[in-house]
Structures are given as C-alpha cells and as structure tokens.
C-alpha cells in the first residue's frame, strides 16, 4: 500500500517526527491453504508518519524468502510454528535429513517485532533469520542469519536496550544438550564498524536442565545489575523436530509439557 495521508481526531503536536514501524500477521491464507495461527501468517509491516503535525500511513509485506516461496507455489510450503508446509515432492527422506543441517528451509516469516540495532531497523521472529527494513520505506533490504554472527541456531523477539544503547537478548542452541544464551550488541556510538550487528557477543550461557530438550521462552527480564530468565517446562523435543521436519510436521508438534518438572528462575549479572 502506497503511502496516505491521514486525517486525525483532535491535535497532533507539531514537534511530534518521526516514524511508528509495527509488523503483525497480514495474510492469513495461500491459495487453497490457511494458516493454522495469526502467528503463522505472512509478515505485514505498517508505517505512521509524523511531521509538523501530520500523519502519513503505509503498509507493504516483509519480502521474505517464505513469501517469495509461497506466492510462487500459490501454497504454504514453508513451515511455521502451528502450521506444516507442503511437502516438497520432490525431495526423498534422505534429502529431507540431510536439510535438517542447513538454516536455509527455516522460516524467515518475520512477523512479532521491529528491532533497532542503533538506527537499523530489523523485521524479526523468533528462529534464526532477521530481516534489514528501510524504515522509511518498508522495502525488505538484506536476510541476516545469526548465525553467521554468533553461535545460536534461534533468537527471541523482544530484547531489551540499556541506557547507552547497548542491546540484549536471548538466543538458543539445540543439540544433545540444549543451551540459551545471553547476548549482547554494542551500541551505536560503541560499534566501530558500519553494520549494527557486528561486535555481538555471548555474555553468558545457561544449560537446559533437561537433555536433548529446550525450554520454550518468549520474553526474559533485566535490571541495572541482573539478567532474569525463567525456564519453564515447556520443552522443544529435539527427536520430535527431526520427526516433524522428516515428514511435514510444524514446530509446535515438538513441543510438551513436563508435569514432573517445575519452572526455574536463572539469575545472572
């Protein structure tokens, strides 16, 4: 959607500049598919626009290698958390496994927040691929694997920024013995090279107490002195996920909940 003038109730200041970037589900079916959640629909970001008292809206769907994919099938083949993608038939069960060791088939659907890193904005999710917006435009700019960064295989969406500009978050390994990770980027006057992401480091890591499982976390929490996270036992099975990407099956077939096992506060400064 190209950009529109809107005409608001009541005054805006006219000191009021800048710009409002959400991203939220925005296509809700493929063709003859439906997603199965709001949180699996296709990724549509919207702008509000302020200036000397006006306001500007625009929309435009994150150009994703998932969008891509899926318009040019005219059906949903990539998987999203609640819901399976078409198998591709073309691909044997060996193929299938052997995918499981590249990021490359993981959705890239960003849809639950706008990042900043200094003044870059990113499209993310929670899985392992962040998407570079113009935030003047909403153009999709460049796919960032975190991957190549820094040595996590998922990041969640919400991170917290300190008063610097430094930011933090959480990212997650998955393997035999599952891990989740505190990380953390420089902040704009810190970072001495030209890409925001670059100088990202893991401060601190926390091993899963349960093996080959991963805890399920949106969010996490941070004061002046201490990180807080909290492990509940809502687990990622790790055997599950090679099941459900061996045969089709969506990342929440993975998941169950522990009833012998109790939520666990981790605290770390």
């Avoid at 990042?115 to 909403?138: H, Q, R, V």
């Amino acid at each position: 959607m190209s950009e529109v003038a809107l005409t608001p109730q009541g005054t805006v200041p006219s000191w009021l500049k800048g710009n409002l970037i959400r991203v939220g589900c925005g296509k809700t079916e493929v063709g003859p598919d439906r997603y199965n959640s709001l949180s699996d629909g296709l990724a549509l970001m919207h702008r509000f626009g302020f200036a000397e008292g006006r306001v500007t809206y625009q929309s435009k769907f994150l150009r994703s290698d998932t969008y891509k994919k899926n318009m040019k099938a005219n059906r949903i083949v990539v998987s999203e958390f609640s819901t399976p993608g078409c198998p591709d038939p073309c691909k044997t069960i060996f193929q299938r496994f052997t995918s499981l060791f590249s990021l490359d088939e993981m959705t890239d659907n960003d849809l639950v927040n706008i990042i900043m890193f200094g003044d870059e904005a990113y499209a993310s999710s929670e899985t392992n691929c962040i998407w570079k917006i113009d935030p003047e435009t909403l153009e999709s700019l460049e796919k960032v694997k975190l991957s190549t960064i820094l040595p996590v295989n998922a990041a969640i969406a919400h991170p917290h920024e300190d008063a610097d500009g430094t930011v933090y978050n959480m990212g997650s390994t998955y393997g035999m013995n599952c891990s989740y990770k505190i990380l953390q980027f420089p902040s704009k006057a810190a970072n001495k090279t030209s890409n925001a992401l670059e100088g990202g480091r893991i401060i601190c890591t926390i091993p899963s107490s349960k093996l080959m499982n991963g805890s399920y976390y949106h969010s996490f929490a941070m004061t002046e002195n201490y990180f807080i996270f909290v492990e509940q036992p809502l687990y990622f099975s790790i055997p599950r996920i090679i099941y459900a990407h061996l045969w089709a099956g969506a990342y929440a077939d993975a998941m169950s909940w522990d009833q012998d096992a109790s939520p666990q506060a981790r605290t770390s400064s």
